[in-house]
C-alpha cells in the first residue's frame, strides 16, 4: 500500500552544497562527536544541522520513517528532513529548526512527564515495517543501553535470536535455569533515549529529536526502560506512562532486569567483568566462538567493591 500523503510536510528549502554545509560545521566544530548548529539560509530563515562522527544516515532514515506516519491530530512532532549526507567520516543531517520550549524552560515538571508520556504512547503506535528483525531499520546493530558502548556485536534476526542470546548470558549467572522468550511480544518501534535534551515543547505539540536508539524491539523492552532507565527524568515518564497503560510485569521483563545488568558481549573478542549492584557476583562475559574459553568470575560479598587493579587480577 502506498504511503499517504504527509499534510505536515512543507516545501524544502534551497539549501546550500554539501561543500558549504560541511565547511559552515566544522568551523563551529572542528572535531565533532554528535553535536547541533543553527545554519542560516542565503534566502532567509535557518535549518537545523545534526552532524558528527557519532551521527549516522540510519537516524536521518528513522526520523523520516516516524516524520511519515505522524497522525496530523496527534501531539507528537518530529522535525522534518531535509537532507542528509556522509564526507570524510562525518555525517550531516539537516533538519527544520524547532523554536520550542524544553523541558526545564515550561516551568512545569510534571506537565512536561504528563505531555511526553502522550507523546509516547502516539509513538509506539506507528507500526514498525513488515518482517521478523529486530534492531534499526537499516538492518544494522542494534544500538540500546544495555549494550557495551551503547552497540550490539550481533544482529538478531528474530526475537527468539535475542532471547537465546539473552538466556546463553543467564546461564553464566546463578540464574542459569531460567529462559527468555519474546514469542508472545509484539514488535514495537521503541525510543530507548529519554534524556530531557530530546524534547522541546510548541504549542501543545511535542517535538521528539534524537534517532539514533530507535529501534525495532520486544515489546517487553518498553516496561523494562521505563522502570529501569538510566535517565533521570525517565523513573518519572515510566511511572505517568504506566498509569495510563498499566502493565503486568511478565517472567519476560523480570529476567530482563537481571541480563541486561551484565555487559551482552557476542564477539570472539569481547570479554567485560562487571560488578552488579544488589548481588553477590561479578559475572565474567564473554560469547566467544569457543564457549569452553569462557568462565564466571570469583564470587564477592555485597559490602565488597573490588578496585580497577582488583578486577584485573580476577580470573574470567
Known sequence: MAQAPNILARTPPVLPSNETIAQFCLQHD?????????CP???GGTVWIKFGTFVSLTEAQTQRYVFDRIDP??????????????????????MEEIQGETVMELGNLQVAVERIACALDEFIRIPPPEGEELGPLDGGLMEHPMFPDIQA??????????GEHITRILKLTRDHHLDVNFEEDERILWPAD?????????????????????????????????????FWISSD???????????????????LKIALYLAMGGTSAHGQCDWVPGRRQAVAISIKADRKNRRKCRGHRES??????????QPG
Open 237 to 255: 515518564i515510566g511511572r505517568t506512562y504506566l498509569d495510563m497503560r498499566p502493565a503486568t510485569e511478565s517472567s519476560t521483563v523480570r529476567l
Open 153 to 162: 556485536a550481533t544482529r538478531y534476526e528474530s526475537k527468539s535470536a535475542l
Open 194 to 230: 529519554f534524556d530531557e535534551a530530546n524534547f522541546k515543547f510548541v504549542g501543545d505539540k511535542v517535538y521528539w529529536f534524537d534517532y539514533r536508539n530507535v529501534n525495532i524491539l520486544p515489546e517487553s523492552f518498553k516496561i523494562h526502560d521505563l522502570t529501569n532507565s538510566h
Open 73 to 94: 491530530q496527534w501531539s507528537l512532532r518530529v522535525a522534518q528532513v531535509f537532507h542528509e549526507f556522509e564526507k570524510d567520516g562525518v555525517v550531516y543531517i539537516i
Open 304 to 313: 565488597e567493591h573490588p578496585t580497577l587493579d582488583e578486577r584485573n587480577q
Open 30 to 38: 572542528p572535531h565533532p562527536t554528535s553535536v547541533g548548529v543553527s
Open 41 to 43: 539560509l542565503p534566502q
